[in-house]
Structures are given as structure tokens and as C-alpha cells.
């Protein structure tokens, strides 16, 4: 693990967690990390999960999705659950609307700690992107017989991509992302994909610490991209993990853990 800035581990508190997860996945990703948390000392009233919306157990809307269609559903759970103050703890996807929900609701969160939120990304890797979420979100032509399955294609290049050789994340991807139906697909990825101005727009916006963390094997992040959106924010430190991947903190939280 290398840290970059200056921070250190804070100790458990009352204050609770509001656990984010990434595109394609849902809640049932922080499981272990919800589960060292508790061997940390935390109780489990102040640990909060959430499948956002298009994800798990909760319907995505019928019109396009929009990060503030995000930001509006953590408020709401934030004040239904009077949870008070938040610790936002997102993961790629999770991580946009943990910065965005900083932004738009300072008086709501604590901190914020955004895991392989990628950043700084030039637009030949923005238009690979692109192009996959397009090739998955294709619907099958009426009347088509033994249309090809794209999404089941794309799902492939990101156990790759997110998990290397680590089989139990590969069965994750594999079993979460490739639930998702095709227009769900296209929807949830443009919002990752196409975010990063946001993030920039709002970054000077952002009052509360934020620490900004990546694997030094994710796919979707490198270092500098780290450090860059660290700098960006008026209060942002980074540090990356060593030999993790994209979602590695699915079967390996400790070193997320220290860091919290």
C-alpha cells in the first residue's frame, strides 16, 4: 500500500457509514468489507448499504438516468434513515455519487473515500469505453434468430479487466453484471464514462476531506489519474493499493480498511 499526502487511520466512531457500490454491481459487494468493519468495533446500526437505482433489488426509472437521479436517492435514504452526518465510502460508480452527494449536500457527509474512480482518462480510452457500452447495449433486431449476446461478450473483457485471475471476483462480475438487462447496461455506463467533467466541474465545490484510493492493477485507474482527481479537490488526499485490482476490495478489504 502507498499512501500519497498526508493522512491517518481514523478511529471507529459513532458516525455512520453509507456504503456506494460500483456500475453493474450492488450491495452485496461490501460484504466483506462490511464484515471487517464489524470486526474493526464498529457496530452494525452505523453500517448502511444501498442498491442504486438500475442495480440489485432497485428498478431503474423508464427515462435516461442522470448522477443526480443518484445524488437524490442517498439524500433520501440519508433523511429517511436519520442518519445525520455520513462517512460516504463509493466504488467507481458509487464514487461519483459519493463526490456529487459532497458537493450538492456538504451539511450530509463527513468525509468521503472513492475507490477506482477513473480520472483523467485521454479519448481514445474514453471511446473504447464507448464503443464496448454501445456493443452491449445492442437490443437484438425483432424476429432476429440466434442473435449474438453482446453483453455476455462485454461482460467477459471486464472480468478481465476488473479481476485479472481472482475467480471469486470474475463469479461476481460475471453473475451481477451480466444480470443486467441491455438498456440498463447502456444506461449505467455512459453515466461512469462520461462523468469526469462533471467531477471536474465540481471538485473546487467540495468542502470535506475526500480521500481518493485505486489497486495498482486497476485497469480503470492509474496512478497519476489518482493523484490528479486528489489534487483537484480542495481537501483530497490518495493513496493505492498494492497488487489490487479494480474490485479486489470484494475479497481483500483490509487494506481499505487501515485506511479508514
Known amino acids: 500500500?502507498?499512501?500519497?499526502?498526508?493522512?491517518?487511520?481514523?478511529?471507529?466512531?459513532?458516525?455512520?457509514?453509507?456504503?456506494?457500490?460500483?456500475?453493474?454491481?450492488?450491495?452485496?459487494?461490501?460484504?466483506?468489507?462490511?464484515?471487517?468493519?464489524?470486526?474493526?468495533?464498529?457496530?452494525?446500526?452505523?453500517?448502511?448499504?444501498?442498491?442504486?437505482?438500475?442495480?440489485?433489488?432497485?428498478?431503474?426509472?423508464?427515462?435516461?438516468?442522470?448522477?443526480?437521479?443518484?445524488?437524490?436517492?442517498?439524500?433520501?435514504?440519508?433523511?429517511?434513515?436519520?442518519?445525520?452526518?455520513?462517512?460516504?465510502?463509493?466504488?467507481?460508480?458509487?464514487?461519483?455519487?459519493?463526490l456529487a452527494t459532497a458537493a450538492a449536500h456538504p451539511d450530509m457527509v463527513q468525509d468521503v473515500t472513492v475507490i477506482g474512480v477513473p480520472y483523467g482518462r485521454s479519448d481514445d480510452q474514453r471511446n473504447e469505453w464507448l464503443d464496448l457500452i454501445m456493443k452491449a447495449a445492442t437490443v437484438p433486431e425483432e424476429g432476429q434468430t440466434d442473435p449474438p449476446d453482446h453483453l455476455a461478450e462485454v461482460v467477459a473483457k471486464l472480468q478481465d479487466r476488473w479481476a485479472g485471475e481472482e475467480q471469486a471476483v470474475r463469479t461476481a462480475v460475471g453473475d451481477l453484471v451480466g444480470s443486467l438487462d441491455a438498456t440498463t447496461f447502456g444506461l449505467v455506463f455512459r453515466i461512469s464514462m462520461t462523468s469526469e467533467a462533471a467531477i471536474t466541474e465540481m471538485a473546487p465545490e467540495i468542502s470535506v476531506p475526500v480521500l481518493v484510493v485505486a489497486g495498482d492493477n486497476d485497469a480503470e485507474v492509474d496512478a497519476a489519474g489518482v493523484d490528479r482527481l486528489a489534487r483537484a479537490l480542495p481537501q483530497g488526499r490518495s493513496a493505492t493499493i498494492s497488487d489490487h485490482h479494480h474490485l479486489s476490495i470484494l475479497t481483500d478489504p483490509a487494506p481499505y480498511i487501515a485506511l479508514l
Open 1 to 98: 500500500m502507498t499512501p500519497r499526502g498526508t493522512f491517518g487511520v481514523v478511529p471507529v466512531s459513532s458516525t455512520p457509514f453509507l456504503l456506494l457500490h460500483g456500475t453493474g454491481m450492488d450491495r452485496s459487494m461490501w460484504g466483506k468489507l462490511e464484515a471487517a468493519l464489524l470486526s474493526s468495533g464498529m457496530n452494525a446500526t452505523d453500517i448502511h448499504t444501498v442498491d442504486l437505482l438500475g442495480h440489485g433489488e432497485t428498478p431503474r426509472p423508464s427515462r435516461p438516468l442522470h448522477i443526480d437521479d443518484y445524488v437524490r436517492q442517498v439524500r433520501k435514504l440519508i433523511l429517511r434513515g436519520d442518519l445525520g452526518k455520513v462517512r460516504l465510502v463509493g466504488h467507481s460508480l458509487g464514487g461519483l455519487v459519493a
